[in-house]
């Protein structure tokens, strides 16, 4: 009976000195945490085998955030200066020059109490060519003449341009020597704008061109005027 009872009691601290050498070889299993390295003892109990310690933050690497100026881009520059690109101009010496604006030449109003005429000592155009009288409407010679009409106003050295009040049969001009240069046409007494019948007298003839006044007029008194017509 005293035999069995030690042999308890040996087989209890055996069973004891099995299981503290079991927590000796736990105490190489270690966990780092936060606040400290923690040893654990048995089933479900610790003990700290070293002062706790803060843990040191883990340094972070961070790329720093590349901060580049762009230089605005500058926008007033100067603009180009804009030039105009010369003409060139060829004239072709063969070829006369047309101009609408007739070139400067004589004529010549000769005017009877029936009959009105024009004669032509320099080719010129008659386009715009208008008499004023007194009490008249402002007469445009190229309407008064299909010749004018067809030519679109141009004549020929020689040329004579004549009124005729109906029923009369007044002398040429001396200066309209040519037949075929002779461009006539008659008109009824009303249409002698030339002539004032109640004053029985010629009446004055104011030179218009398109329109404007050149500041030339024959006067009624005298039966030949020159006229300088165009620019």
């Not at 070829?95 to 030449?105: G, I, K």
């Not at 010549?108 to 080719?123: H, I, K, M, Q």
Request: aromatic residues 6%; proline residues 6%.
């Amino acid at each position: 009976m005293r035999l069995s009872f030690r042999f308890l009691i040996l087989l209890i601290m055996l069973l004891l000195a099995g299981c503290f050498q079991d927590s000796a070889s736990l105490t190489s299993i270690s966990y780092s945490g936060p606040t400290g390295t923690f040893i654990p003892v048995g089933i479900g109990l610790a003990t700290s085998t070293s002062t706790p310690t803060a843990t040191e933050p883990m340094e972070s690497t961070t790329l720093p955030l590349l901060m580049t100026d762009t230089p605005g881009v500058k926008t007033d520059t100067l603009a180009p200066l804009i030039t105009a690109t010369p003409t060139l101009i060829i004239i072709d010496p063969t070829r006369p020059v047309v101009s609408n604006t007739p070139a400067s030449a004589t004529l010549r109003l000769f005017a009877t109490r029936d009959s009105l005429t024009l004669v032509v000592d320099e080719a010129v155009n008659l386009n715009g060519l208008q008499f004023q009288t007194v009490g008249a409407s402002t007469i445009t010679v190229m309407t008064l003449f299909d010749g004018l009409q067809l030519t679109g106003g141009d004549t020929q050295v020689g040329d004579c341009y004549v009124l005729v009040r109906d029923g009369a049969a007044p002398p040429l001009a001396g200066a309209c020597a040519v037949p075929a240069r002779i461009f006539k046409r008659n008109v009824t007494p009303s249409d002698v704008f030339w002539f004032d019948i109640l004053r029985v007298q010629m009446r004055d003839i104011a030179i218009y061109q398109d329109g404007s006044f050149t500041g030339q007029i024959c006067s009624g008194a005298l039966s030949e005027c020159d006229i300088r017509y165009g620019s």
